[in-house]
Every structure is written in C-alpha cells, then in structure tokens.
C-alpha cells in the first residue's frame, strides 16, 4: 500500500472513564503514547482528531472536530477530510495493548478494493482499528446529515473487508473504557 496516514481519535465524552480516555495511565504511560509507540515502526504520519489542549505535550498535529457530537463518525469524517491519502488507518484513543504486529497484519491483509478493513471475531467488530478509503467521505456525510450515527450502519452500505480473527486475539485490540475495565487489564496482565 501507498502512503499511509494515522488519525488517532482522542474526542469522546469519556463519561465511563472520567477523564480524557487516552491519557488515562496505564503501565505508568497515557495510552495515547502505548499506541504512537505501536504506530511508530510503520509510519510517522501521525494525527490526532481533538480539541483538547491536554494533547498539545504530543509534537503530532491536533485536529477539532468538524462537526461536534457525532461519535466515531463524525471523527472519522474530520481525519478524512483532513487526509491527503487514499487510504487511513483509523485507531481510537483506549486501544493500549494494540502492537505494531497487528497494525502491520492489518495493513498487509488490506485489499484495496475495499473501503473499510477491520478485525473481527465471532463475536465482535473492531470498527476503531481500521483503514478507511478517503472516497468514503461522501458516504459518512450522508449518515452524519442522517444523524445516523451506528458504524455497524456505516458498515453495511460500504464495501468492506473483515480480517477474521480468533477470540483470543481480541485481548489486544480491547478498548477500555471505564475503571473497572482498566482495573481487570491490570490484573490479566500481572
């Protein structure tokens, strides 16, 4: 694949967590830096779509929303808009067990002739671990005009690919988002 860029989706109201989700601690780092480190060996392209200054400490360019309120959508629709590749690799804030590993199978895996790859298990999607095709935007639009804001909606009218995975491999790709979640990573890995 082509050039790549990375948005980091650090917006959210974090209401489960109560505080900025991706600068919660976790092994004594924010995981905002677990995932750069993880991005790190494939790209530094990097962006984060957000408008707290909490993030400003990161030399990586910060982007606000271009339309507050809508969720993932609507960060995916600003990290498009603001894209200058074709295709994106789409990670939210609260994934810090993500690796380089699983960035670069999701990368290699990737067929280009679809508009959106993602992880996927028997039981659950990984919707914010995903390239996204910037020729999407048009159809993101749409949703966020339609106040449709479900990404398994989104999913269903864009070609898109699943990298099947097993159940175990969904541990790393675990997003936390409250205490309690945090808490029993703490204790799954010690």
Excluded at 52 to 63: F, G, M
Excluded at 90 to 100: A, G, K, R, Y
Aim: hydrophobic residues 40%; aromatic residues 6%; glycine residues 4%.
């Amino acid at each position: 694949m082509e050039t790549l860029t990375v948005f980091i989706l650090c917006g959210g109201k974090s209401s489960r967590m109560q505080s900025e989700k991706g600068l919660v601690l976790f092994q004594e780092k924010p995981f905002i830096e677990h995932i750069i480190q993880a991005i790190l060996p494939i790209t530094n392209n990097i962006k984060l779509i957000t408008a707290s200054k909490e993030y400003d400490y990161l030399e990586y360019e910060k982007i606000p929303d271009l339309i507050a309120d809508k969720g993932p959508i609507g960060g995916i629709y600003t990290a498009l808009s603001h894209s200058e590749t074709e295709f994106n690799l789409i990670l939210s804030c609260d994934i810090p067990l993500i690796s380089t590993e699983l960035l670069q199978e999701l990368i290699s895996k990737h067929n280009t002739e679809a508009e959106i790859t993602v992880f996927a298990s028997e039981s659950r999607l990984h919707p914010l671990i995903g390239i996204y095709s910037k020729k999407i935007l048009p159809v993101i639009k749409g949703a966020i005009d339609n106040d449709d804001l479900k990404m398994m909606n989104l999913f269903a009218t864009i070609p898109h690919q699943i990298i099947n995975i097993e159940e175990s491999e969904n541990f790393p790709l675990t997003n936390i988002n409250s205490a309690d979640e945090l808490n029993d990573l703490n204790i799954n890995l010690s």
